[in-house]
Each structure stands twice: as C-alpha cells, then as structure tokens.
C-alpha cells in the first residue's frame, strides 16, 4: 500500500513557478513508477508527466514540455514536480500518482492517487 500526499501548490502570477511535492509512505516507493497528472474546473483529468521507479526514463506532455520538470528523490520517498513558466491555462488541481507497473500516461495504470494540491495562475 502506498499513501501520496501532495504540496506546494499556490496562486502565482502568469510566469511565476512552483514547485509541487508528492510525499509517499511505504518501504517499496523506490519500486514504483510515478506520474502527475492535473484537472482543470469542467475539463477531463489530464496526464502531465511520468517517471520510472530509477528515474531514468521520463516523459512530459507536450503541452508542458519545457517549462516542467519531473524529478524524484527515493531516500526521501518524495517525487517533485517543477512547474516555470506559468499560463493561465496550467490552473488545475495537480495529482501525484504511483504504480508498481510499468510507467505510463495513462491514469487507469495507476494505483495509487493523492488528495491533490491546487495551483492558480493569474494572468
């Protein structure tokens, strides 16, 4: 069983960045491929980036390709989200998610979900 919480979500203005945590609970995170995925208000969940369980392979969203990093650090059970170059258009509540399987972009693989952090960005 794994337990996700996210952090770091904020109001900042078009431009700014953030810098969003996923603190995970249980021996075998380092085990487990991670990803965020985001929700905007009337708008279907949308997958934003994965990372395998090394962190040697990653994938972004094209929508976010460039402005956010997706790194993880396994001592400390904890997957970090770097968002720069905000728009209007990132406003969304952001998730961390955790699978024992293989990485993927799409939220029906994975098993675990937080509660969700929410990041504002005014224009």
């Known amino acids: 069983q794994v337990q996700l919480v996210e952090s770091g979500g904020g109001l900042v203005q078009a431009g700014g960045s953030l810098r969003l945590s996923c603190a995970a609970s249980?021996?075998?995170?380092?085990?487990?491929?991670m990803a965020w995925f985001r929700q905007a208000p009337g708008k279907e969940r949308e997958w934003v980036a994965a990372?395998?369980?090394?962190?040697?392979?990653?994938y972004y969203a094209d929508s976010v390709k460039g402005r956010f990093t997706i790194s993880r650090d396994n001592a400390q059970n904890t997957v970090y989200l770097q968002v720069n170059s905000l728009k209007p258009e990132d406003t969304a509540v952001y998730y961390c998610?955790?699978?024992?399987?293989?990485?993927?972009?799409?939220?029906?693989?994975?098993?675990?979900w937080g509660q969700g952090t929410q990041v504002t960005v005014s224009s």
């Open positions: 998610a955790a699978t024992p399987g293989l990485i993927s972009t799409m939220g029906r693989d994975y098993h675990y």
């Open positions: 249980g021996r075998t995170f380092s085990r487990y491929a």
């Open positions: 990372i395998t369980w090394s962190g040697g392979t990653i």
